[in-house]
T-cell receptor, first 112, second 113 residues
Framework: ELKVEQNPLFLSMQEGKNYTIYCNYS?????LYWYRQDPGKSLESLFV?????AVKQEGRLMASLDTKARLSTLHITAAVHDLSATYFC????????????FGEGTQLTVNP | NAGVTQTPKFQVLKTGQSMTLQCAQD?????MSWYRQDPGMGLRLIHY???????DQGEVPNGYNVSRSTTEDFPLRLLSAAPSQTSVYFC????????????FGSGTRLTVV
């Protein structure tokens, strides 16, 4: 059974600071996703990581994937209040169709 | 393109009632799936489909049925609602072989009293 663990689950940080969210998963997988969710809203796709060593960046967010360590990171650079949201990583199991297993989510609060 | 459309957005049911949550996508995606989101538990897969006529169970399928008669539609049926099914339900779709992520619907917030 595929398990996905995120840490931290709660993160409060000041504007301008840097931090990293970690996502560990238990078995090999084809791809890893990062999503953002604002309160009461749906999930917004941030990154799709397809191979070992993949790195993607969008604005103040950068995601990376190490398939050997079964680890993905979401790095936040110079945080701003607008980044406050819950961030989920999810791992896709293509062995039988396509099944996403989500981490518990990291609730990020960026304080002025 | 409307993307993934879920209806209704909100629903209150009494214990024992049945209902169908609708999900439709207009992107010709092969893969569709249903998730439920509960506080502190992320999203959990209920049922999924890899194409019309093909469905399979996910992590938490009990109490739910699905069918996929067309590529576009993937309804989720609650057979006899229970308070434990109070949750937010999301439908998602994916194009087979794509390098893009899943597209999620806006969600249905269900309360069972």
């Amino acid at each position: 059974e595929l398990k996905v663990e995120q840490n931290p689950l709660f993160l409060s940080m000041q504007e301008g600071k840097n931090y990293t969210i970690y996502c560990n998963y238990s078995t090999t997988s084809d791809r890893l996703y990062w999503y953002r969710q604002d309160p009461g809203k749906s999930l917004e796709s941030l990154f799709v990581l397809l191979s070992n060593g993949a790195v993607k960046q969008e604005g103040r967010l950068m995601a990376s994937l190490d398939t050997k360590a079964r680890l993905s990171t979401l790095h936040i650079t110079a945080a701003v209040h607008d980044l406050s949201a819950t961030y989920f990583c999810a791992v896709d199991d293509f062995t039988s169709g396509s099944r996403l297993t989500f981490g518990e989510g990291t609730q990020l609060t960026v304080n002025p | 393109n409307a993307g993934v459309t879920q209806t209704p957005k909100f629903q209150v049911l009494k214990t024992g009632q049945s209902m169908t949550l609708q999900c439709a996508q207009d992107m010709n995606h092969e893969y569709m799936s249903w998730y439920r989101q509960d506080p502190g538990m992320g999203l959990r897969l209920i049922h999924y489909s890899v194409g019309a006529g093909i469905t399979d169970q996910g992590e938490v399928p009990n109490g739910y049925n699905v069918s996929r008669s067309t590529t576009e539609d993937f309804p989720l049926r609650l057979l006899s609602a229970a308070p434990s099914q109070t949750s937010v339900y999301f439908c998602a779709s994916l194009q087979k072989g794509t390098t893009y992520g899943y597209t999620f619907g806006s969600g249905t917030r269900l309360t069972v009293v």
